[in-house]
Nanobody, 113 residues
Framework: VQLQASGGGLVEAGGSLRLSCVASGIMFSSNIMGWHRQTPGKTREYVASITSGSITTYADSVKGRFTISRDNAKNTVYLQMNSLKFEDTGVYYC????????WGQGTLVTVSS
């Protein structure tokens, strides 16, 4: 199983980034996919998830600013992040939550204040 996240970088507060995660080795279309993040000084936390039927769920801290989506034809899950805040800085991990329960390497997002 491989989950390859990309799209991180340095952005000013208020800006946007789009993260992508390409999965292989799993039945992508059957999996709930999601994003977690590890922010400085905090434990790893849930960000968003999307079911096989494209039902989405978000952490309160990102609701209204982030959008998770998926393209089953490309085995890819996305996280569109708008109105970024300094506290969104961290390493973002994508994962196949259920049934695979597999997480990939993260991509670093740095938001400058």
């Amino acid at each position: 199983v491989q989950l390859q996240a990309s799209g991180g970088g340095l952005v000013e507060a208020g800006g946007s980034l789009r993260l992508s995660c390409v999965a292989s080795g799993i039945m992508f279309s059957s999996n709930i996919m999601g994003w977690h993040r590890q922010t400085p000084g905090k434990t790893r936390e849930y960000v968003a998830s999307i079911t096989s039927g494209s039902i989405t769920t978000y952490a309160d801290s990102v609701k209204g600013r982030f959008t998770i989506s998926r393209d089953n034809a490309k085995n890819t899950v996305y996280l569109q992040m708008n109105s970024l805040k300094f506290e969104d800085t961290g390493v973002y991990y994508c994962g196949a939550i259920d049934p695979a329960n597999w997480w990939g390497q993260g991509t670093l997002v740095t938001v400058s204040s």
